[in-house]
């Protein structure tokens, strides 16, 4: 590789220094710090970086270093960014062959963030290969640490590198130790409190990559914008991607990026997460019409107990991948007649697809043998267009699409596009192919910015599995569990998040319900793929009780430092008081207390009473320091927390996983009286239990039978059978005196 000397780097380095001590420790007075100044955050200590381009000018010929010689023209300005007004400052250095390079770094007002951009324009006679963009190099140690390295702990948001395919995982820091992420990098200790959120934030034009390696005192770093050597010819100019640096607690930066996010990229969020059935894991590839003629039959005739929204057919209903009709053997009727037997029973008609991935006995569109086409060729891209077409004639509403590997750029049709360009405008003719109308399940396993603003939901992690034992790379319990607590917070900003599917039979499979607790407590996409017809009882509740999705979005109380997100769940806001639906769980091979470490408690003030969902037990009134106690290996308890207050009050439900998140809408207290409003949501029989100094009694249930016991001292149980959908379900309760 070639490379330009560099003799005038450190003014640069100083200048982004001062930029980012403003914004790490709020000074609000004073001059910005001296030359060589370290960053002093909480805990931490960010040092200068600096800029550099990758070019290639000659075909086959080694990649040319840009880096900034002599002094830079400043210039400054004010601009206001998705997260708030900004100060930017920009160098332009211009290079003797006709290149000019630009770095801008601003730094925001209202948080303790910065961001960097840069741009390239070519101003000589020939075209170049733009390679990358380096928006920071380390000079030395970029990220200093206090105490010792394993207190902190490195991650990224989106686990699944969906790039190049490839899975990174977290860890704590060691010497040594070198890591790459992409788009996204955290660096925290503790619960979150104290650390870093690095990310891409717009304007969706390349992949960010952070290559890191840890030494003995903290992080080296580099950011590069990786721009696959898309051609700029004379005269035009390319920008990066702009990443921010947030030192802030990660539970306020997390949901500020996915914000910044869903403003340059888009998002879709009305249509909001749905329930349903999916063959994948039931059937795999030896689903029928046959078969998905008995799964209408149960929805149709469960529908009180079962409202599913959608009944998706998966991998296994074509002939092959590329040839993108109904297989006759399995299909007799071909798949128009299917969507219309999905439709009768009151359902979305789903169907999966991998649009750009072929076999040998599919099509080949852009000319080539490769498994995974072109999805910048134009006949690509109207084989693309025409296949979703075809499905949307046969009826099918709901479209699983998967496999987007953007792969082969250097054979690629369009040298203009980068790989993101690439896969976000093959997502854009997905959306423009089935409409506006039609739910887009983007199957990216991961945070992949392709689909942000194209799809109503997107797989946030691997396939599903009932072991920890990996099956294969990036997947396993261990993994859907990382995944699902690392994603949380996009869950409702970006899109609904889809775990993937969970589990109805887990008598005495701890693992399966520590799963289906993380799914129902997410608040997004809620599938199985169990025979229904086969289903018992129980099963059947437990899938009842996790529809439709909860309103509130479940989140990782670990600020990400925590692989196994033992504590998941909510604090929910109503009227009547607010609560809090906590999962701990235990993921190690031995008994362990599992705490609250990390949950919000102050929101639910000093005491709160616990409730058990699994087995229904009111364990008392506790505090903060509240733990389950040598709890055995992977076993979990699903709990609710309600503050302590002087009037009756709802300390649990068995209705909903949720446990008054989505069956409850609204509940009155009077001098006498307790008025209890139920939505049509969750199962169809339950209990509510009751906390209360004076004793309670059934004055009226509508829409439902009840009758009201006690469950102990000050405890009252309201059974409910019967609940009938569409119809108010309202139980009133009379107040008096237990003395």
Partial sequence: MMRIPLPQLSSIAHIFSALFLVSVVR??????????????????????????????????????????QGE???????????????????????????????????RLENMAAVTMRMTFENRSGAPVNLREFQLCRSIGTAVGLDGKLDGWFVSTLDSHDSADGGFNPSAVLKAGAKHQYLD??????????????????????????????????????????????????????????????????????TPALFKWLAATHGSRTARGPLGGWCSWYGRGKAIDSAFIDGVCDDVRANRDHLPLDLIQIDDGWEKAYGDWQADPAKFPDGM???????????????????????SLNGRHPDGTANEYQDASHPAVQAFV???????????????????????NLQTRYDRKKTRLEIAR???????????????????????????FGYADAARIGTDTSRSLKQLYKGVCMADIINATGTNAWANGILFAN????????????????????????????????????????????????????????????????????????????RPWGNFASVLLWNPEGKPADVSLAGVPLERLGENFHVWSFWDGKYLG???????????????????????????????????HIGMGSAELKELRTERNSVTIDLTDAGAREGKLFIFSHEALSLVSAQGCKAAVESAGENLWCVTLAGRQRGTPNILNLARRNSN
């Fill in 72 to 106: 830079p023209v400043v210039s400054d300005e004010n601009c206001q960014t998705p997260a708030g007004p900004a100060a930017a400052r920009t160098f332009r250095w211009e290079d003797a062959r006709g290149y000019s390079v630009s770095w801008t770094l601003s």
């Fill in 184 to 253: 996204t990098m955290t660096l925290y200790r503790g619960v979150g409190i104290q650390g870093l959120l690095m990310g891409a934030v717009g304007p969706a034009v390349s992949d960010v990559r952070f290559h890191c390696e840890v030494t003995s005192s903290g992080i080296d770093l580099m950011i590069s914008s990786e721009m696959n050597d898309v051609v700029v010819d004379p005269g035009e100019t390319r920008c990066s991607e702009e990443v921010a640096v947030m030192a802030e607690p990660f539970d306020a930066a």
């Fill in 425 to 451: 405008e093959i997502y854009r003719i997905y959306r423009e192919s089935i409409g506006e109308d039609a739910y887009l399940d983007a199957c990216v396993g991961g945070l992949n910015r392709a689909c």
């Fill in 385 to 407: 267009r025409k296949m979703l077409l075809d499905r949307v004639a046969e009826g099918f509403l709901y479209f699983k699409l998967d496999f987007l590997w953007i792969k």
């Fill in 27 to 68: 000074a609000a007075e004073g001059p910005p710090p001296a030359a060589g100044a370290t960053l002093q955050g909480a805990g931490f200590r960010f040092q200068s970086g600096s800029p550099g381009v990758l070019i290639v000018t000659e075909k086959d010929g080694p990649p040319v270093a840009l880096v900034p």
């Fill in 621 to 655: 009134v506790s505090d903060g320091r509240f733990a389950l106690k040598s709890l055995p290996s992977h076993a979990s308890a699903l709990l609710r927390l309600t503050p302590v207050t002087d009037g009756p009050v709802l300390v649990g439900s068995t209705l």
């Fill in 498 to 573: 889809d775990p993937d599917v969970t589990y109805l039979t887990f008598r005495n499979d701890d693992l399966s319900r520590v799963w289906h607790s993380y799914v129902g407590l997410l608040g997004g996409m809620t599938l199985t793929s169990e025979n229904l017809p086969k289903l018992d009882a129980e099963a059947r509740r437990n899938f009842e009780v996790l529809l439709p999705p909860t309103p509130d979005k479940g989140r990782a109380f670990d600020g990400q430092t925590d692989p196994w997100h033992r504590r998941f769940g909510f604090v929910a806001s």
């Fill in 336 to 358: 128009k007649a299917t969507a219309d037997r999905i439709r009768a029973a009151g359902t979305l008609p789903g169907i999966w697809l991998c649009p750009v991935r072929t």
